[in-house]
């Protein structure tokens, strides 16, 4: 049973973190143009696949965490350079937010940018809540 709560303690912040980032997302997306929209995106991608990480594994510490993420992040940039995502893209909307379109190099460090981003933030967070009586991540 306590296993079952650790997961759910970590599991619903991480829901929420997952909501949030692609609020954040859209947002940014509504609000700015350019390269700053674009680059901001990219880093919500990997920040929302650490995010997804998390859920599946709560247990997972925040260093491998941005490790996975950071490496399906750039899976998938990667796979864009064969052009199959931009034409599955065109018949998907959904295909398209999930795979992107073309590679674009400068997307990776940007991936680089938002593992590490989610790592340091989700690393603070476990901080917290173990210094918290009763707490326990």
Do not use: I
């Amino acid at each position: 049973m306590d296993d079952l709560r650790r997961g759910t303690v970590v599991r619903l912040p991480a829901a929420a973190a997952a909501t949030l980032t692609v609020v954040a997302g859209l947002g940014v997306r509504a609000a700015v143009d350019g390269d700053v929209a674009k680059y901001a995106g990219d880093a919500l991608y990997t920040v929302l696949v650490y995010t997804l990480v998390v859920l599946v594994a709560p247990t997972v510490r925040p260093v491998r965490a941005a490790l996975v993420a950071a490496a399906v992040s750039w899976a998938v940039e990667l796979f864009q350079a064969t052009g199959l995502p931009d034409a599955w893209g065109r018949r998907s909307g959904l295909v398209h937010l999930v795979l992107g379109s073309t590679f674009n190099p400068p997307d990776l460090a940007w991936y680089l940018v938002g593992a590490a981003c989610a790592a340091l933030l989700h690393r603070a967070l476990s901080a917290t809540r173990a210094a918290v009586p009763g707490g326990q991540c």
